[in-house]
């Protein structure tokens, strides 16, 4: 007799259904474990062996073989532990053999009997509730897998003799409810922020339209200052979009006891992030900052001072929204629709153009230092923007009146009607940066002179066809914000302003 047992093996956020099968047969004793999987599936026979003897079980004088079907799909993990000693003990008669009918298990298993945490239980149980399947999975998972649906059953315990409890009917474990984060403080305010009108006015404008930014300036200018309150003015994640950010981060394991939690991500890897880091990979090919910033933002600080090929790889990321991890054994796929904002140092030095200064090298240093950025990259970016010092004459005025609080509201506005918009033509898309090159001049019409000045300066600006496309994205954000339909002479003039800075860094290097 074959006793079964269902549970997940991940691609990417994606789950599949993979059959635990148990065998006890006559023979010399042993525990084999086949199905292609991994080390920390082989050591599985161990801590099974170790949990069941702490609950009063030991393994029957057989050969007990365990097969992980299907046999071609890789399995990676240690939450295999849970259903593999489900299906053992059903196999030697201590649990009834319908015991793990109807749901998806897992878990990783103590040598104690404890039942530890896993990553991925979010997709696991989104994939269950779509088969009407509960799931049995570790206590402390049980609030991040009760988002999945309101009435699916689901059992969490702290260990296997508390489950095993549960199914004789001698104990009964409470269904776990959804937990959000609580808020850790107040967020960082733009009203902090001293002067920089036009860095304001930006980053307004990346915020309402989901725009790449990147900001150029002197040391100290408050670059980092400006980008880290970008998710203050951003509005909260929407249901789909906080389902898509939180099984990303529930594979990657960064869901803090189970909570969810309605704030976009903010990712700011250090510069000397790798490749495999930055846009995922690595042996288990798990989501890199590209995909942890998912619905969210993504800031590189110090951009020049990264790898030249890991700004590159973002390349696709930026005009796809997901990323390709492409492995010997598999091919794995995770969603990264982030927002790109970049800052950096005119120069090594970091004064290049400060009136006063010369720089011992001349042009060269700042052309060596952005020459470490591609075109290509660049032309992915939005709104380019200087940052310039700001002078102790701002600093000793009294905080701006308007804070995060009052663009926000313009922001959550300008969303509004752009989502009001995609929903008219049928798209799936939620900002004005992700529009369609099809539908872009249905839904950016512009009066005649708007029209000439786009053509004369994209001639002059040498723009590219991405970066023309682009500029009347940019220009259809700024009529949302005034709640314009047609996109006025003005609204492209700004559009193309925040292009002058790419053509000056390309003549530069």
């Known amino acids: 007799m074959v006793a079964r047992v269902t549970t997940v093996a991940f691609v990417g956020i994606d789950a599949r259904f993979v059959d635990v099968q148990v065998q006890l047969s006559p023979g010399q004793p042993a525990f084999a474990v086949v199905g292609l999987g991994d080390k920390a599936v082989a050591e599985s026979r161990e801590r099974v062996r170790a949990a069941l003897n702490a609950i009063g079980l030991a393994l029957p004088p057989k050969r007990i073989i365990v097969n992980l079907a299907p046999a071609d799909l890789p399995k990676e993990g240690s939450h295999y532990d849970v259903p593999i000693a489900m299906a053992l003990m059903m196999a030697m008669g201590a649990l009834p053999k319908d015991a793990a009918d109807g749901y998806v298990v897992l878990g990783e298993l103590g040598l104690d009997g404890s039942i530890a945490a896993v990553t991925g239980v979010l997709p696991a149980a989104m994939a269950a509730n779509g088969r009407n399947m509960g799931l049995i999975c570790p206590a402390i998972c049980g609030p991040e897998a009760a988002w999945a649906s309101p009435d699916a059953p689901i059992i969490a315990a702290h260990s296997l003799l508390q489950l095993a409890n549960h199914i004789r009917g001698t104990q009964v474990l409470a269904r776990p409810t959804p937990a959000i984060q609580t808020n850790s403080g107040p967020m960082p305010d733009l009203r902090d922020v001293k002067g920089q009108e036009l860095a304001k006015r930006a980053l307004e404008i990346a915020a309402a339209g989901g725009h790449n930014m990147l900001m150029c300036g002197a040391p100290g200018a408050g670059k ?126 970091g004064k290049a153009g400060k009136p006063g200064h010369t720089c011992a090298r001349g042009r060269a240093c700042a052309g060596d230092y952005q020459a470490r950025m591609s075109g290509p990259f660049l032309d992915r970016v939005d709104l380019h923007i200087d940052v310039p010092s700001v002078m102790a004459a701002d600093l000793m005025l009294p905080p701006p009146v308007e804070g995060s609080a009052h663009i926000a509201q313009r922001v959550l506005a300008a969303r509004q009607l752009q989502l009001k918009r995609f929903v008219e033509y049928g798209l799936n898309i939620r900002v004005n940066a992700h529009i369609p090159a099809q539908v872009l001049d249905e839904m950016a019409p512009m009066r005649r002179d708007a029209s000439q000045l786009l053509q004369d300066a994209a001639t002059k600006m040498r723009l590219s066809a991405r970066g023309y496309t682009r500029v009347i994205k940019v220009a259809r954000t700024l009529a949302d914000l005034e709640g314009e339909d047609w996109l006025q002479k003005h609204h492209i003039g700004e559009a193309l302003g925040f292009r002058a800075f790419q053509d000056r860094v390309m003549r530069v290097a």
């Open 224 to 349: 980092s200052m400006l980008a880290e309150r970008l998710p203050s003015i951003l509005p909260p994640l929407m249901p789909e979009e906080l389902l898509e950010v939180s099984m990303i981060h529930s594979v990657a394991g960064i869901l803090p006891g189970g909570a969810l939690t309605d704030k976009r991500p903010f990712r700011a890897p250090h510069h000397s992030a790798s490749m495999a880091a930055l846009v995922g990979g690595g042996l288990k090919a798990k989501p890199g900052e590209a995909s942890l910033a998912h619905n969210g933002v993504l800031f590189l600080d110090e951009l020049p001072e990264f790898m030249p090929n890991v700004l590159d790889a973002l390349r696709q990321p930026l005009e796809t929204g997901e990323i390709s991890v492409a492995r010997a054994n598999h091919h794995v796929t995770y969603p990264s629709r982030f927002q790109l904002i970049a800052a950096m140092n005119p120069c090594r030095c």
